[in-house]
C-alpha cells in the first residue's frame, strides 16, 4: 500500500482580495516555502466558488506532511499565502486534513 498522504486544505478569500491576489500569493508559496520541503510531491489549486478554494497537496508519507506543520508559521511565504485568506479563529492549520491514498488511476 502506498503511504502517499493527500493533504486538503479549504480556503475562503478574505474580503476584498481578488483570484488574482490568491493567485499571486500562491506561486510565492509554491516557489518559496512548498518547492524545498523534502517529501512534497505535488499540488493542485481548485476553485470551487467566487471565494471558496480548495488545496491538494501530496506528500511521500504522513512524517513529511506533519513536519511541514511546524515550520508552516516561521515562513514569510506561508504568511503572506494566509493573509488573503479568511482565519476564523486565527489558526492557518483549522481547515487542513490528511487522506492515506489507497490507490490512483492515471489516464492511458
Known amino acids: 500500500m502506498s503511504e502517499t498522504i ?4 479549504r480556503i475562503l478569500l478574505r474580503e476584498g482580495m481578488s483570484e488574482a491576489d490568491l493567485l499571486t500569493a500562491s506561486a510565492v508559496f509554491q ?5 524545498g520541503q523534502s517529501g512534497f510531491l505535488r499540488r493542485e489549486l481548485l476553485r470551487l466558488d467566487d471565494r471558496s478554494y480548495l488545496d491538494l497537496v501530496h ?7 506533519e513536519a511541514v506543520m511546524q515550520t508552516a508559521m516561521t515562513s514569510e511565504a506561508c ?16 481547515g487542513i486534513s490528511h487522506y492515506h491514498l489507497l490507490a490512483a488511476y492515471p489516464s492511458e
Open 31 to 35: 516557489r518559496d516555502f512548498l518547492d
Open 79 to 94: 504568511r503572506a499565502y494566509f493573509g488573503v485568506m479568511e482565519m476564523g479563529d486565527g489558526d492557518p492549520t483549522g
Open 59 to 65: 506528500w511521500r508519507n504522513a512524517a513529511a506532511a
Open 6 to 9: 493527500v493533504e486538503t486544505a
